[in-house]
């Protein structure tokens, strides 16, 4: 049985999710919170298994909070909702990891896709402030909208100035964060440093190519290559075994 926490400052949107949630199977208790103040309040007093939690917020917003929740010892999963697209993408780039991310008007569909995340997951995969998510809100190049991707369609990162470009089964996509920033929170998912501009997936990779003068290239699975630095042949050929 699952507890729930509902957080938004407002009434209506905050009752009607709170709502859905209490008639949805599996869950034994749901706790509605106007602002994020109080659910720092009834985070600390008790314990909730996820947290539905509206990103935009006066005086503490859904990324605060959730940054707070960082420092308590057995976090609850996150569930963010939003009313603006870009939402989601603000989510990334403040390194959060949310169990899922919901689009308001909440459709009863989502918050039982949402429930059933948490009910599958394994012991150890549901994604918490401190754990790293399979899901990256990138915003499409289309109209704006935002699309959930998942990191394991992820081939490999470029760096472009101030931002980074996804490259993934399903399309292109720039994000504005650091590729050392993508280095470091995906480095435990198979993504490798191969050089100063490029992160690949190497779960991803099908061959290794040899170039001239001691260099090598990396075919991903979509036929598409990433150059390899000479400094790093050595610790690639490690990583692999080679």
Do not use: C
């Amino acid at each position: 049985m699952t507890r729930v926490l509902v957080v938004d400052d407002e009434r209506p949107a905050l009752e009607d999710l709170g709502r859905l949630l209490e008639t949805s199977a599996g869950v034994e208790e749901v706790v509605l919170a106007e602002g994020a103040a109080e659910a720092l309040r009834l985070l600390t007093e008790g314990q909730f298994d996820l947290v539905f939690m509206d990103v935009r917020m006066p005086d503490i917003d859904g990324l605060e909070l959730a940054k707070a929740l960082q420092r308590f010892a057995d976090p609850p999963a996150l569930v963010f909702v939003s009313a603006f697209e870009d939402g989601a993408v603000s989510v990334f780039e403040h390194g959060l990891t949310p169990l899922d991310y919901l689009m308001k008007p909440v459709s009863r569909a989502r918050v039982e896709q949402a429930l059933e995340r948490l009910r599958t997951a394994a012991p150890g995969e549901i994604p918490t402030p401190e754990r790293s998510s399979e899901i990256i809100p990138v915003e499409h190049q289309r109209g704006g909208a935002t699309r959930l991707l998942d990191r394991a369609t992820v081939l490999y990162v470029q760096a472009e100035g101030d931002y980074v470009r996804i490259y993934a089964d399903s399309g292109r996509f720039l994000v504005r964060t650091a590729l050392s920033e993508i280095e470091q929170r995906w480095g435990g998912h198979g993504f490798v440093r191969v050089h100063r501009s490029y992160v690949a997936n190497l779960r991803r990779a099908v061959e290794i190519r040899p170039q001239l003068g001691g260099a090598v290239t990396i075919v991903m699975a979509d036929g598409s290559e990433v150059p390899v630095a000479r400094r790093q042949v050595a610790d690639l050929r490690r990583r692999l075994r080679m």
